[in-house]
């Protein structure tokens, strides 16, 4: 099992930034070993807009790339999404995520096995 908690999400106004965080418990290492965020605006399906595989390695949506930062501790097992000059189209549930496989390939995000409550961002002008 793999359990993840976000915290993090708020209010704030086109331009400024807020840093996601996510913990994550494990009872096998092995089935968070590549993590990401994942988001759903109003009326839209969910997407990947970053993700770090197990060697550390970044990948990130066009829409958030230069923007958006992913990070990891892992020696206090936390999850990070640092998201800066945030615009009205960042508006979304964002949902933290974990997967024993790769979640990006090629350019495509691929569904995770595991993820959290999710947490609400909200930009406004």
């Known amino acids: 099992q793999v359990h993840l908690a976000e915290s993090g999400g708020g209010s704030v106004q086109i331009g400024g930034s807020l840093r996601l965080s996510c913990e994550v418990s494990?009872?096998?290492?092995?089935?968070?070993?590549?993590m990401g965020w994942f988001r759903q605006a109003p009326e839209k399906s969910r997407e990947g807009i970053a993700v770090?595989?197990?060697?550390?390695?970044?990948h990130y949506a066009e829409s958030v790339k230069g923007r958006f930062t992913i990070s990891k501790d892992n020696a206090k097992n936390l999850l990070h999404l640092q998201m800066n000059n945030l615009n009205l189209e960042d508006t979304a549930v964002y949902y933290c995520?974990?997967?024993?496989?790769?979640?990006?390939?090629?350019?495509?995000?691929?569904?995770?096995?595991?993820w959290g409550q999710g947490t609400q961002v909200t930009v406004s002008s």
């Open positions: 995520v974990a997967d024993p496989g790769f979640l990006y390939a090629d350019g495509d995000f691929y569904r995770p096995n595991y």
């Open positions: 494990a009872d096998n290492p092995y089935n968070a070993a590549h």
């Open positions: 770090i595989d197990k060697e550390g390695s970044a």
